[in-house]
């Protein structure tokens, strides 16, 4: 198994996800719990794995310097497009995570990566590269793919085969994740080196709402209900992702 990265297939599923509820969801915790976490001053950004650069952009608009790092060209295209089209800068940096220590100059007030643990083949590879990336009075912002939450999802459909064959991962060019990741295993490696200042989980009923119910959702209350639950004890853990903000030991 090698590291995933994203054709034109890829972008062109990534917009229709943005487009909907899942990547609205998705951005209004990401969005809520970084407005939570980080001072009112302009911090110096990196975004490894920036995809199509939503979320470098919502801070580039906030008065923050970004720089995107993602690998896959079709992405970082669609991120360029997107930064010009609202009149934003940024420095772009086509480059997989493993490159970033020789090309980077300096380590950075916050780092982003959101949904690249899972399309890793070794996803506990890249945890010291983001530590020398951070700087020591940093913060780093993980999401990751839920492997109790897709444990879930299938309980709940019935495919008892598939949860005894552990089988749980994406595989060739398949649009789900190929590594989904243990909270508990992640929290113990990361332990070391972090503290993780704050846990939040995206999407912890949306995914699990029969889709006629999906349907006749108002976006506005679902997004305050997403948000509103987003930390409560027995739901957290069921986000289809989990967000963690981190700071340096």
Excluded at 39 to 58: C, F, T
Excluded at 102 to 108: K, S, T, V
Excluded at 119 to 145: K, M, N, Q, T
Aim: charged residues 25%; contains cysteine.
């Amino acid at each position: 198994m090698s590291d995933r990265h994203f054709d034109e297939l890829a972008v062109r599923f990534a917009e229709k996800i943005y487009g909907g509820a899942k990547g609205a969801i998705r951005l209004a915790v990401l969005q809520a719990d970084l407005e939570e976490a980080l001072p009112a001053r302009p911090l110096e950004v990196l975004d490894v794995g920036a995809g199509l650069g939503h979320m470098s952009l919502w801070l580039a608009e906030r008065g923050h310097r970004v720089t995107l790092a993602e690998p896959a060209a079709p992405m970082l295209e669609g991120a360029r497009q997107r930064f010009a089209d609202a009149g934003q800068d940024a420095r772009f940096l086509q480059a997989a995570w493993q490159d970033l220590p020789d090309q980077l100059e300096h380590r950075y007030d916050l780092v982003l990566c959101h949904a690249v643990l899972e399309w890793l083949a070794e996803p506990l590879a890249i945890l010291p590269v983001l530590r020398g990336l951070v700087a020591d009075d940093g913060w780093l912002s993980l999401a990751f793919y839920n492997k109790d939450a897709l444990i879930y999802r299938n309980l709940l459909k019935g495919h008892f085969r598939k949860l005894r064959r552990a089988r749980f991962a994406g595989e060739g060019q398949s649009l789900t994740p190929q590594q989904p990741l243990d909270p508990r295993d992640l929290a113990e490696q990361l332990d070391s080196a972090w503290r993780v200042e704050s846990r939040s989980g995206v999407r912890v009923f949306h995914d699990y709402m029969p889709a006629d119910f999906q349907a006749k959702a108002e976006p506005a209350a679902l997004l305050e209900m997403e948000l509103a639950h987003r930390r409560h004890p027995a739901f957290a853990g069921l986000g289809r992702y989990l967000h963690w903000i981190c700071r340096p030991r």
